[in-house]
C-alpha cells in the first residue's frame, strides 16, 4: 500500500474522511490513466497543443496522489506548450506514463475498485 503513491495529502484535504479519500481514488482511475493515453498519443503524433493540454489536465491529481513525477511531467507540459521540435520528451514521458501504471495498479488493488 502506498508504494507508488501517497496520500498524505490527499487524506489532508479529505480531512481523513474514508468515503471522500474512495472517491477520490476513483477519480484518479477515472481521469489520469484515460489522460496519460492522450498524452502518449499527442506526443507520438507531436500534436503540442493536445500534448501541453493531457499534461496541464494530469498535473493536479499527480501533484496529490505524490506519485513523485510532477518536475517530469511539467517538461512534457512545456515541450507541447512552447513547441520544443528539438527535443525529444520520450525518455520524461515514460517515466510519467510508468509511473501513473503503477500507481493506478496500485490504487486499483488497495481500494478494490
Known sequence: MEQHYKLFRVRELADNDEDFIGALA???LEEVPED????KKAVAEKD?????QAAHKMKPT???FELGVLDILIEVQD??????RD???TNQLEVVLNAVD????EIK???NL
Open 26 to 28: 476513483q477519480a484518479f
Open 36 to 39: 496519460a493515453e492522450r498524452l
Open 48 to 52: 503540442y497543443f493536445t500534448a501541453y
Open 62 to 64: 499527480v501533484d496529490l
Open 79 to 84: 515541450w507541447g506548450k512552447f513547441e520544443k
Open 87 to 89: 527535443l525529444d520528451i
Open 102 to 105: 503503477l500507481a493506478t495498479n
Open 109 to 111: 488493488s488497495d481500494f
